[in-house]
């Protein structure tokens, strides 16, 4: 079973070539300057994100809210910045927020055993309303002068790299510090693969649950960060999109198990190349949006089925409040 889940990365990563290097040839367009830094700086928020998805999911739980903490606290910042509040100020208030909303999340599967799934779909909407109705005044949230040089988090480049890349990277080294060299991420995969054996053998699995969506959630706001600073502004009804799709497929099509207790970070960067190049290379060839829904859909199928024979569900561990 080791073995089929290695060869699906590397499969991953194959597809991932062979589609690079067809739409280098083929698509016009495709492999300029311009499009490359727009190719990076959707792969970098994409894939700051599905490290936030692959925390929880390796812990068998989901994070249906995750776009809502990529949307509102950022765009609090700048709402904040705009009616005259420092940007420290805005800054801090935005992680309390985060962490808040994370705090909630975690509470809701781990204490009162609501399923992840609809918990987080439920405090996303509310946190999306929250926005919409009382804190930001317009639905594309606009930049402003006391954001003055914050704009380098992801428009500038280090090294000939650009920033939002480095973030990603960044990003990447922390989540796999925690995840594989830490006490806390061991319990993670300790939960994810056997919840009962894991609280059996002392691991304090609720408020460890607790700290797994707060850590997402403020991951979450990271790349919604990012993300604003790549465009100078911050479109609050992202929410309403399919991205929370686009990273689900990340995170499965990479290799990580819905089943949970596997994975890791190798996983959600393979996933992030080729689901940003493919969405990259449909939006070249202007193919409409349904369209590409119509796409995601059948890989994300495709993705979820072939997890499911890789990586069966053990019916005998399996848990109430999980996925």
């Known amino acids: 079973m080791k073995r089929l889940r290695f060869n699906q990365q590397e499969i991953v990563f194959a597809v991932f070539a062979v589609l690079f290097l067809a739409f280098s040839i083929f698509l016009r367009g495709f492999l300029t300057p311009e499009n490359m830094l727009t190719l990076l700086q959707n792969v970098a928020v994409l894939g700051i994100l599905g490290l936030a998805m692959a925390i929880v999911v390796i812990g068998r739980g989901i994070d249906i809210s995750l776009i809502a903490a990529l ?22 208030t935005a992680v309390l927020l985060t962490i808040a909303f994370g705090l909630v999340n975690g509470w809701l599967i781990a204490y009162a055993e609501v399923p992840s799934l609809f918990a987080t779909l439920a405090t996303g909407l509310l946190l999306a309303g929250l926005g919409q109705a009382a804190l930001f005044q317009l639905d594309v949230v606009q930049w402003s002068d006391g954001m003055k040089g914050f704009e380098r988090l992801g428009q500038g480049t280090i090294l000939g790299i650009p920033t939002s890349i480095v973030m990603f990277a960044i990003a990447c080294v922390v989540v796999a510090f925690l995840l594989r060299q830490t006490r806390w991420g061991a319990y993670i995969y300790a939960i994810g693969d056997n919840p009962y054996a894991a609280r059996v053998t002392g691991i304090p699995s609720r408020p460890i649950i607790v700290l797994q969506y707060v850590v997402a959630a403020l991951i979450g706001c990271f790349a919604g960060l990012v993300m604003a600073a790549s465009v100078n502004s911050m479109p609050t009804r992202i929410f309403n999109s399919t991205l929370i799709y686009d990273v689900i497929l990340v995170v499965v099509l990479g290799g990580i ?10 996983n959600v960067i393979i996933g992030t190349l080729l689901i940003g190049t493919m969405l990259n290379g449909m939006t070249i060839m202007d193919i409409s949006y349904a369209g590409q829904n119509l796409v995601k859909g059948v890989v994300l199928l495709l993705a979820v089925i072939t997890d499911s024979f890789l990586n069966p569900r053990n019916e005998e561990t399996a848990q109430q409040g999980d996925i």
């Open 71 to 92: 949307a509102v606290p950022p765009g609090l910042v700048l709402q904040m910045v705009q009616n005259g509040h420092s940007l420290p100020a805005a800054l801090v």
């Open 257 to 266: 198990g819905l089943s949970g207790g596997r994975g890791g970070v190798l």
